[in-house]
């Protein structure tokens, strides 16, 4: 992705977090990125694409990370140390993103939100795979798993509004909370 494009993502995302995606235009887009209005045609076909883009990729980037992390731990517990260390990170750096998802949602095009949609069901059910692989008796079905890493995202994804401490802090106790809504009682290294 062009530095240009990822500029306009992020420019938006900021925007779009503090009035709402019908409460920006893409005029307002372009004067916060430096140029014109139409000038961000060059890059998106319209308002409804940017956004598009925004959401998939961010969902796309979850799950793909999500998948890594997971293929490269040893064990369940290990592997849902790693995807609560991804999730922090990406709450604590993203909290745009998360306002954007949770209140624009309505605005994606029919295609994109189906994407997403997908996308965010196999990040849902990586999770859920792992919290029944690492105690069955606990998370006998992927619907049990499904609300544990609904519920867990639930914390995770307050971060806009709860992000009271020093990043470091913060990571720390959502991390420990997480950790334990989840069951994953094992001593787990704190990433770094």
Known sequence: MSARREQILTTAARLFAVRGFHGVSVAE???????????????FTS?????????????????????????GADGPAAALGALVDWHVDFALHHPD????????????????RERVRLLQRSYVDLWADQLRDLDPTRVPDRASGRARAHAT????????????????????????MALAGLGVTDALPAAG
């Open 97 to 112: 993103l998360i306002v954007v998802q949770d209140r624009d949602w309505a605005s994606l095009p029919d295609e994109a």
């Open 153 to 176: 995202f639930g914390l995770l994804n307050s971060t806009p509004h709860s992000n009271l401490l020093p990043e470091q802090d913060m990571r720390a106790v959502l991390r420990e």
């Open 29 to 43: 887009i372009g004067a916060a990125c430096g140029m014109s209005g139409p000038g961000i045609y060059k890059h």
């Open 47 to 71: 308002k409804d694409a940017l956004l598009a883009e925004m959401l998939v990729d961010i969902s796309e980037q979850l799950l793909s990370v999500g998948q890594d992390r997971v293929a």
